[in-house]
């Protein structure tokens, strides 16, 4: 595979390492509960079609990206920043 | 005797001005450079090549290119020694030697021919049946036996002397297989600007051209091929690539191809690679792999001297040789006619034409008569006979009457499947087209194309079409404009019709279906009344198409005699997915350079030299080598010096390289509060000039890693990591601060390769570093306490960080120079040490010393233990969110019988403890069910005289004073320990802040 | 003063022990020419995010504007080769005036010395595409890579930075950096790769 980074261009798949489901969301603070945290560790949907995942670019400039992928055809639509993405980040 | 009888005396893309001498089961023989091993035997009268897989029945040359089933043959002697080579796509060169496999003693004289010994007995699924009982004999009797009579080559037996290298490329269109289809596409592609690369597996360019007599635009097509090749090197963003085959398609475009750098010659030159493994990555790509001429199914069908028809065009055509003398054709279509012709055309008679077909165009009639050959319209090989090659073939004309013909070659054409083998692998299922009697590429993955015969399209008209079409559609979709379009070349005109049969019925003897793994019709069969009718299935049971040919000749035979049992159609039993490689790839062709010492990168402590000149035994620690311990002359073992190395330490001073730990530079206005987060313990209160350990966890709760962080000024830290975890921290801190946090002012980046870090440590540490820093830095106890952290200068200015950091327990320091100065600052402390006896020791004593004060380490920090389980659960602060902070207080992880952290120590003091020992209580029975933990690091106390161990105990802390049993079923003993604090030594920790 | 040290502190950069200067592989005209640049100082500048302080104050210090691509500005004595979002390579070719740079940078960004934690070099010469192509999974091709572009990525595993500079009289050049600790491995695999096209090997000082 090849995950087209905004920053880098298209660069193979080695580069990277995955972690996962972009969508849960950490409950911050101390009042977060421990089954929301629970939640969030394990619980992820195991999709057939397009997911956002969290990738980072290891071997690159060091972003963690949300790709957009095809789980079946592993079809990327898009990549972009977390950081304009606001993947993953809590209110 | 004439040198190679079998050669017609002109023709052929061979140089017949040069000979080459080569020999083939200690036999001496002559060919030609552009011969092929196969071509070269043949040209000498060659038949027997190999015996078969399971029968030991004896096999020739089928094919002409990389499908052939049964001609393989180890290629070299010694270290270079090669199994289950193709004699086909070998190209011959001056002392090739070649042996026949599987057979013994001699490929003539094979007494394990299951035709003698046993008759019958290997059908499909006779692995399952015969040998399920009792099991205890498989491993010992039926195993050897099996491999001893049913196998390939042999493998070398000594290490491949030769290099392989790894290779990437990038295009914009690549474009596989260099026939007539391949090579217009690349032209027309590369006429546009396109950046283009063209790969052929064979060592010639020209594809099924330079096996056919064929013209184009009213000339020979080798005109058309050479001014076509001449064009393309003339063009500057084109790339050619003799004997490389595109093995792979894989996501996103990627391609996987090996290129046979030095396959044809004895040894690689000097400096260059045997083989060359690329990753190719493309925009789009054209298929043009051509096709693969189908045998016929019939009794008798694999004796040496049958062979595709296809095969023995090429054979008289591109090499020149004659494969038989007295010949028949066995055709279900037009193509065994082509044969027809070419072989009149080269001057020779023909025996017997049968064709299966009852219409026989008329000017099929009159070649057959030109070439003196009868006709059996309607007809079909029912048997063939002869030894160790055809001597003869029983017709079955089409009233039924039985004919046999003397002959020595019977060519056989069942038609053609187009080689679209990559476009499966991508979940592509083939189509069966009615049209054209052969499975065609169904959806295709994005970015290909397929053109010519690989898309069914068999005609040369067809291939020149469509290569023309889909060179400039792809240019055309990645933007390039193509200036002019020129018109598609003409060609002579020809007929592909095919009625192909699956099998003759009716002889008698074995008919083989896939020749590698000796499955017969009757093998199809007998899977089909067991109930093995996906094609799947078939393919496990019977094992047809498996091995290096991958059925390339036998899949549709099979499938068709499935088709046929079951009463349904080809296209409803499909074909199996092919999956890459498309052809034997050679592991060294993957690894490339990274074999051996070079197997993955090595990381090297600035000081490694100076550690190595010291006798250093270095250890793998992660990616780094670490020094291990430094012997001494005389000294006997490990412990030995490890344990005066621990002394030294103890008494004196000793000097250790820790330049390997992660470090992290983390600056800007909220670092402290990010600190506050990934860590459990609290950093706000860390004043300036001050260093504290931390530990953080994963959010799962375990414990991730730890080390000590330093406040270097306001808004700067430095992070220390284990040399492990040093890539995994940083991914860690980068995840929390862009995904998690990233409003948090917080500029992180690594600098562990940019510090040499050293540990000074023992009572007579500060004396040895004051000698070391400019006089101006203060570090006596009270200036310079416990955990001070500090940037110094040495030697006069050059910039230093020091740290009153312990991990042995001792008065003791860390002291980090810029890398290039690593080796000096290793000299200058021993220089300084050594009125005090400065040893230096290796990560071995570490831990012993680290063991002796109960500091837990890699072995602990094991992705499975809590800040609980190892006694740091106080650590975890209560007044803010962190990391892993929910998840660590879960009520099973909170469970008092927990295993944690203890000290154990053997009752018998001369007893060693074991790490993995399992702790079983006394009286107990030593089964999983009364395991309570294990011995997770153990070392032999130079301070106590003693072994001493840490472990994880169910309820741990609660039980000191007990004495467990200790049992180590991996080294089959058991010893009993006592429960103790793990900290063995100096528990009120006087050294440390002396 | 680094440079009053005296003789025993000694400095000895990464290529130390692991390259020698002179030929290596086929014999003949080298394909490929290696030099090891000496004095090259680096550091890692991270700015702040949202601040253009960094780039004024780099404009007015080393003449050279901040790339907010993947690409590096070059003077005669510096550079600025981005690397990373926010983040930027300071390099200069001499030692002398290298840590004032840094300090009078540290108002504006965060500041790392980097110039001992990486091991650089100079490849060029007509094969020295096809050397690293033997490592490279990104493209080198003159379209895709022009001079000044700059990319992260890894060579044959192991992680280097390295960009474009003005061709040399014999094809195209390119400075990379790798990770010191590395150096050996990286240039085990580099040198097995030169060796069929021959390398010449320079170290000037």
New interface residues.
Partial sequence: MRIPCP???A??V??FTYLGDAKPRRPEGLDATEAAMLEYVYVRDNPRGPNDELWYHA?????WLMVRRHTLTHVIESAV?T?SAKAGVAA | MNAQPFRLPSGGLVDRTQTLSFRFDGKTYDGHPGDTLASALLANGVRLLGRSFKYHRPRGVLSVGSEEPNALVELRTGARREPNTRATIIELFEGLEATSQNRWPSLGCDFLSVDRLAGSALVAGFYYKTFMWPAAFWEKLYEPVIRRAAGLGRAARFADPD?Y??????CDVLVIGAGPAGLSAALTAGRSGA?VILCDEDFRLGGRLLAERREIDGRPAADWVAATLAELAALSEVRTMLRTSVFGLYDHGIFGAVERVNDHVAVPP????RQRGW?I?TKRAILASGALERPIVFPGNDRPGVMLAGAVRAYVNRFGVLPGREIVVFTTGDNGWATVCDLVAAGVRLSAIVDSRSEIDPTFKALAERAGARVFAGGAVEATQGGHHVRGVVVRDSSGKHTTLSCDLLAVSNGWNPTLHLTSHQNGRPIWNEDVQAFVPGTLPPGLAVGGSAAGRFTLAQALEDGARLGREAAVEIGFRPTHIEPIPTTDAETNRVKPIWRVRGGRGKAFVDFQNDVTEKDVELAAREGFRSVEHLKRYTTLGMATDQGKTSNIAGLAIMAEQTGRAISDTGTTVFRPPFTPVAIGALA???RGK?F???????TH?WSREQGAVFVETGQ?LRAQYYPKPGEQDWLTTVTREVLAVRTGVGLCDVS?LGKI?I??RDTAEFLERVYINGWKALPVGKARYGLMLREDGFVMDDGTTSRLREN?FLMTTTTANAGKVMQHLEFCHQVLWPKL?V???S?????AQAAIAGPKSREVLRDILDAVHDISNEAFPYLAAREVT??????ARLFRISFSGELAYELAV????????M??LM?AGSPHGITPYGTEALGVMRLEKGHVAGNELNGQTTARDLGLGKMMSSKKDFIGRLMARREALLQSDRPTLVGLRPINNAERLRAGAHFISMGRTANTDNDEGYMTSVAYSPSLGHWIGLGLLKNGPRRVGERIRAVDPVRNSEIHVEICSPIFVDREGTRLHG | ??E???S???????W??IIQVGQI??AGEPGVKVQLPANLQLA?L?A??GSTGLERITKQLVGLDLPR??SIALSATHGLAW???G?WMLLARQRAGFSELTSLLSDE??V???????AALCVSGRRAREVL???????L?GK?FPVGAT????F????VQLWRIKDGPDGPAFEILV????????W??FA??A??FGCNVARPG
Wanted: hydrophobic residues 35%.
């Fill in positions: 920053h880098c261009g660069r193979d080695q580069e071997a690159g400039c060091r972003a920043p950081k | 290099h290298e790894k290779a990437f490329a990038f950046r000097a400096h260059q690679p990753r990555y490339g350079h990274h070079d993955r990168p090595v990381r090297l402590a600035p030299d780094w390997t530079d600056q800007g700067h002012d500029r992180m980046v600098v562990s390769e940019q510090w040495v030697n006069g200015g050059i910039p810029p890398a290039d100065y690593g080796e000096a600052m000299r200058a220089a | 003063m680094a009053q040290a005296t025993s502190w000694c400095r000895r950069d990464a130390a022990a592989g086929a890692t991270i702040t995010t691509s993947a690397s990373g979002p983040q960004a965060a790392s010395d980097q110039g001992d934690a990486r192509a033997k490592g490279a999974m990104i493209d091709h895709a990319a992260l990525t890894s044959a595993h192991v992680g990770s010191r600790s590395m150096a050996a491995s990286f085990s695999w097995a790769s060796a069929e």
